[in-house]
């Protein structure tokens, strides 16, 4: 069955990096894109980034762009959100999501159980 696990969450300080994993497994990796979505201590889900199914497109919300950084090696069935210059803002449970298709779209069919990312002094 479809599969999909998080690592990399942790406590940082205002201005430190974080590197978040999504190892997938049971279905074509290669063929889907993915996304990063968080969601903040008492708000709804919020669309992070995303990327197409061979890499080459990447998109990401306003609130992280210029600081966040998404990549996948197919080879390795893995999607990575490097997160730089992180912010208080950012403390969030970070999901990842698996598209429905090859190209981004707002239909995602399988989630990860996330990981806690805290941004504290």
Known sequence: ???LVESGGDLAQPGGSLRLSCAASGFTFSTYAMNWVRQAPGKGLEWVSGIYSDGRDTY???SVKGRFTIS???AKNT???Q???LKPEDT???YCAKDSRAHMTTSYDY?????QVT???
Request: net charge negative; aromatic share 16%.
């Open 60 to 62: 990401y919300a306003d």
């Open 72 to 74: 996948r090696d197919n």
């Open 83 to 85: 997160m730089n210059n």
């Open 92 to 94: 969030a449970l970070y």
């Open 119 to 121: 941004v504290s002094s």
């Open 79 to 81: 999607v990575y959100l």
């Open 1 to 3: 069955q479809v599969q």
């Open 111 to 115: 989630w990860g159980q996330g990981t």
